[in-house]
């Protein structure tokens, strides 16, 4: 018999046509949804074996060499193994997969494994192999490597514990000892966690069975949410019920990123030390992966609103300060408060008519309100009481139709808003959101209808600027084309300036 002979004579015995036919189809449908999957270089290697054993075979079958037997048991083993692997990988992640079922891969290791180690057996059998002399030699080889082996072994049934219980899934945040993070992948030996330092850690299986599992952010029905505490500190000077109110305003019915609206963030009292309060605000985190951020952006908000209600933090008793003092240095702060506010007034120019006292006077009563990037300086449709001053940064105007938002305008340093509201008596006509971090100063309502009573000629500069912001909310909300607009504008002026009069009294 010449190799070709030969040759087909072991590959029809070992099946090896039907075996190629089935991984052809298997690295098909496979590679088609997921061209990296680990099975199929695995399966390349048995293969691989398979094909050189059977060359082997038929070489020494052809020249009737006694030692083919050992090469044919070699093919036919490494060929019930790739029948295995082939025919799992097209009926998992082929068949499976198209019906959308897919198994936890430590399950599928197992299940392949254990038909693989039949497979194998019933090969060799099948091949003439003499297996009682292996089993019995390795009975004492199986007892020592079961004692060496006790925690591999046990981290492999805790493994698939895990899988089939499922109290721990792919994606779960979870903490266990000192680590915290994400679960990417259950082995069969270890667990991978992805935590926020991009750090992937190895927990043996067998650790997070022994051990307190927390898994954060879940519960039975609920979005994953995740409570984090703010804390903070301020003095006794300040009732609890104000700073509890001016921080729940400033975090409720806004939106911060990746801070759940439901439940709502609440404030509360934690503790009374001697000189200050100790609070915290509890919010819900939508990110688990952002928790570092997301307080900063809380902290932010809480900073800026106390500011704004003149509510300062508290200095902890301990610390000392050692300065030289010198009695110009609180005149000094005073000072350098008023030239800011003077500045501001200049830089909006609407009061430049004022004698030096009334505008001095002007500019102490102006409130220091600054606003953190994102936050709702006046809403849509509130009350008005304040016209704004920004002395920095920048503010979006924007306007809300049936849930759609739409912005109308950008003011910046040396602009004013609030004023229509105010001239009017009427509502706020749109929201103004704080674009980037605005430092600003408010004007009471009471002390601005002061300054209009005595000098009515202001009344005509804010008209001008009144209509300017009417006309451009007529445009957004009846989308006006440009010329439209301008003459409605020239024709709503007159009657503006004829309202705003008649509302401060000057008729």
Same mark, same amino acid.
């Given at each position: 018999?010449?190799?070709? +002979?030969?040759?087909?004579?072991e590959?029809?015995?070992?099946?090896?046509?039907?075996?190629?036919?089935?991984?052809?189809?298997?690295?098909?449908?496979?590679?088609?949804?997921?061209?990296?999957?680990?099975?199929?270089?695995?399966?390349?290697?048995? /293969?691989?074996?398979?094909?050189?054993?059977?060359?082997?075979?038929?070489?020494?079958?052809?020249?009737?060499?006694?030692?083919?037997?050992?090469f044919?048991?070699?093919?036919?083993?490494?060929?019930g193994?790739?029948?295995?692997?082939?025919?799992?990988?097209?009926?998992?992640?082929?068949?499976?997969?198209?019906?959308?079922?897919? !198994?936890?891969?430590?399950?599928e290791?197992?299940?392949? =494994?254990?038909?693989?180690?039949?497979? %194998?057996?019933?090969?060799?059998?099948?091949?003439?192999?003499?297996?009682?002399?292996?089993?019995?030699?390795?009975?004492?080889?199986?007892?020592?490597?079961?004692?060496?082996?006790q925690?591999? *072994? =046990?981290?492999?049934?805790?493994?698939?514990?895990?899988?089939?219980?499922?109290?721990?899934? @792919?994606?779960?945040?979870?903490?266990?000892?000192d680590? *915290?993070?994400?679960?990417?992948? /259950?082995?069969?030996?270890?667990?991978?966690?992805?935590t926020?330092?991009?750090?992937?850690?190895?927990?043996?299986?067998?650790?997070?069975?022994?051990?307190?599992?927390?898994?954060?952010? &879940?519960?039975?029905?609920?979005?994953?949410?995740?409570?984090?505490?703010?804390?903070?500190?301020?003095?006794?000077?300040?009732?609890?019920?104000?700073?509890?109110e /001016?921080?729940?305003?400033?975090?409720?019915?806004?939106?911060?990123?990746?801070?759940?609206?439901?439940?709502?963030?609440?404030? @509360?009292?934690?503790?009374?030390?001697?000189?200050? =309060?100790?609070?915290?605000?509890?919010y819900? !985190?939508?990110?688990?992966?952002?928790?570092?951020?997301?307080? #900063?952006?809380?902290?932010?908000?809480?900073?800026?609103?106390?500011?704004?209600?003149? *509510?300062?933090?508290?200095?902890?008793?301990?610390?000392?300060?050692?300065?030289?003092?010198?009695?110009?240095?609180?005149?000094?702060?005073?000072?350098?408060?008023? @030239?800011?506010? &003077?500045?501001?007034?200049?830089? /909006? =120019?609407?009061?430049?008519? !004022?004698?030096?006292?009334?505008?001095?006077?002007?500019?102490? #009563?102006?409130?220091?309100?600054?606003?953190?990037?994102?936050?709702?300086?006046?809403r849509q449709?509130?009350? %008005?009481?304040?016209?704004?001053?920004?002395?920095?940064?920048?503010?979006?105007i924007?306007?809300?139709?049936?849930?759609?938002?739409?912005?109308?305008?950008?003011?910046?340093a040396g602009?004013a808003?609030? +004023?229509?509201?105010?001239?009017?008596?009427? &509502?706020?006509?749109?929201?103004?959101?704080?674009?980037?971090?605005?430092?600003?100063?408010?004007?009471?309502?009471?002390?601005?209808?002061?300054v209009?009573?005595?000098h009515? +000629?202001?009344?005509?500069?804010? %008209?001008?600027?009144?209509?300017?912001?009417?006309?451009?909310?007529?445009?957004?909300?009846?989308?006006?084309?440009?010329?439209a607009?301008? @003459?409605?504008?020239?024709?709503?002026?007159?009657?503006?300036?004829?309202?705003? &009069?008649?509302?401060?009294?000057?008729?």
């Amino acid at each position: 018999m010449n190799f070709l +002979e030969a040759l087909w004579s072991e590959a029809h015995a070992a099946h090896t046509l039907w075996l190629l036919a089935l991984c052809l189809v298997a690295l098909v449908s496979v590679r088609l949804r997921d061209p990296s999957h680990h099975r199929l270089r695995a399966l390349g290697f048995w /293969v691989g074996v398979h094909v050189i054993a059977l060359v082997l075979d038929a070489a020494l079958v052809s020249v009737e060499h006694h030692a083919h037997n050992e090469f044919r048991t070699v093919a036919w083993v490494f060929g019930g193994v790739a029948f295995v692997g082939a025919g799992m990988s097209l009926m998992l992640h082929g068949v499976l997969s198209r019906v959308r079922v897919q !198994l936890p891969r430590i399950v599928e290791d197992v299940l392949v =494994g254990v038909l693989a180690l039949l497979a %194998a057996v019933t090969a060799a059998s099948r091949s003439g192999a003499n297996l009682s002399g292996i089993i019995a030699t390795s009975a004492v080889f199986t007892a020592v490597l079961g004692f060496s082996l006790q925690d591999v *072994i =046990g981290n492999v049934a805790s493994g698939l514990a895990l899988q089939v219980d499922t109290a721990i899934d @792919v994606d779960d945040w979870i903490k266990v000892n000192d680590v *915290i993070g994400r679960v990417v992948e /259950v082995r069969w030996r270890y667990t991978a966690i992805e935590t926020r330092n991009w750090e992937t850690i190895l927990v043996p299986n067998l650790v997070l069975l022994r051990n307190q599992v927390t898994i954060l952010g &879940r519960r039975g029905g609920k979005p994953r949410l995740w409570r984090r505490w703010v804390y903070f500190n301020v003095d006794w000077r300040h009732q609890p019920s104000d700073v509890l109110e /001016v921080v729940q305003t400033a975090v409720r019915g806004v939106e911060i990123p990746r801070v759940a609206a439901d439940p709502p963030p609440n404030c @509360v009292l934690m503790d009374m030390a001697d000189s200050y =309060g100790h609070y915290a605000l509890r919010y819900w !985190l939508t990110d688990l992966a952002a928790d570092d951020p997301t307080d #900063s952006e809380v902290r932010t908000r809480i900073y800026f609103a106390l500011q704004r209600a003149g *509510i300062r933090l508290a200095t902890p008793t301990q610390a000392v300060k050692v300065h030289q003092a010198t009695v110009e240095a609180p005149s000094v702060k005073t000072e350098k408060q008023a @030239v800011r506010r &003077r500045d501001v007034l200049h830089k /909006v =120019g609407f009061f430049d008519m !004022l004698d030096a006292e009334e505008f001095e006077a002007l500019a102490m #009563s102006l409130k220091y309100a600054p606003f953190a990037r994102g936050e709702v300086v006046t809403r849509q449709g509130a009350e %008005a009481h304040w016209l704004y001053l920004i002395e920095e940064g920048t503010v979006r105007i924007c306007i809300s139709e049936e849930g759609v938002e739409r912005e109308v305008g950008r003011l910046g340093a040396g602009d004013a808003f609030g +004023e229509m509201a105010l001239l009017q008596g009427a &509502r706020r006509e749109a929201s103004v959101v704080a674009e980037t971090d605005a430092e600003c100063f408010r004007l009471e309502r009471g002390t601005f209808q002061r300054v209009v009573d005595k000098h009515p +000629e202001i009344v005509a500069r804010f %008209a001008e600027v009144v209509t300017k912001r009417k006309a451009q909310l007529s445009v957004a909300h009846e989308v006006l084309d440009a010329e439209a607009a301008k @003459v409605r504008a020239q024709h709503d002026e007159k009657d503006l300036f004829q309202q705003i &009069r008649g509302f401060l009294g000057m008729d």
